[in-house]
Nanobody, 118 residues
Framework: VQLQACGGGLVQAGGSLSLSCAASGSFRSINTMGWYRQAPGKERELVALITSGGNTNYVDSVKGRFTIARDNAKNTVYLQMNTLKSEDTAVYYC?????????????WGQGTLVTVSS
């Protein structure tokens, strides 16, 4: 199973970016998918999660600005980021709980850099 993330880049404060992450490989289904981020010198933190049923959860700092969504048919999770702030600068990682025939495993994407200039 592989997760391929894309969509990062450089944006000015107040701007928007959209990230996507597609899962590929052999598996039965995907439960929760999410986005995490790691800023320089800081620990990786949860940004947003979405269950297979569409329930979402956000870290307080992005509520009202970020939206997580998924397309189950495409095994893809998205993160729409609006009103970006300099403190959103980080490497963003996607994450998925993948169900195979005999077990559930967590996979990570390779990370995509988001840089917000002030």
């Amino acid at each position: 199973v592989q997760l391929q993330a894309c969509g990062g880049g450089l944006v000015q404060a107040g701007g928007s970016l959209s990230l996507s992450c597609a899962a590929s490989g052999s598996f039965r289904s995907i439960n929760t998918m999410g986005w995490y981020r790691q800023a320089p010198g800081k620990e990786r933190e949860l940004v947003a999660l979405i269950t297979s049923g569409g329930n979402t959860n956000y870290v307080d700092s992005v509520k009202g600005r970020f939206t997580i969504a998924r397309d189950n048919a495409k095994n893809t999770v998205y993160l729409q980021m609006n009103t970006l702030k300099s403190e959103d600068t980080a490497v963003y990682y996607c994450n998925a709980d993948v169900i195979s025939r005999f077990r559930s495993s967590t996979y990570w994407g390779q990370g995509t850099l988001v840089t917000v200039s002030s």
